[in-house]
C-alpha cells in the first residue's frame, strides 16, 4: 500500500484544515483541538525539515567522496599513460620464470 511519502506531489495539496475553512462555524471550544491538530503538525514538519538536513548533509559528503576519488583515478591514468597498475601487478605475480611458495600442511 502507497503512503503519503510515495506519491509525488501530494504534499502540496492544500487539504481544508491548512488552508483554515470549515464547514461549521468555529466554537470557542475548539480552539484546543486546533492548537494540538498545529502543534502535532509543526513537530512532524520540524522532524522532516531535521531529517531532510541530514539526508542533505550525507548526499553532499558521498559526492566530495566522489569528486576526490574521480580526480586520484584521473591524476593516477595521466601518470600511468593510460594503463593500470592492476595490469602490470598481473603480469608480474602471473610471469613463468617466478615460483610459487608453498608451504607443507600436516593432518
Known sequence: MRGMTDVSGLREIRSLHSTGKRGIP????SAYLDLYVLEREKERLEKEAALLDKRNRTILKRLADIQRQTETLE????????????????????SPGRKWRTSPLNY
Open 26 to 29: 468555529r466554537v470557542q471550544s
Open 75 to 94: 591524476k593516477s591514468a595521466s601518470l600511468t599513460g593510460g594503463r593500470s597498475n592492476e595490469r602490470e601487478k598481473g603480469a608480474k605475480r602471473d
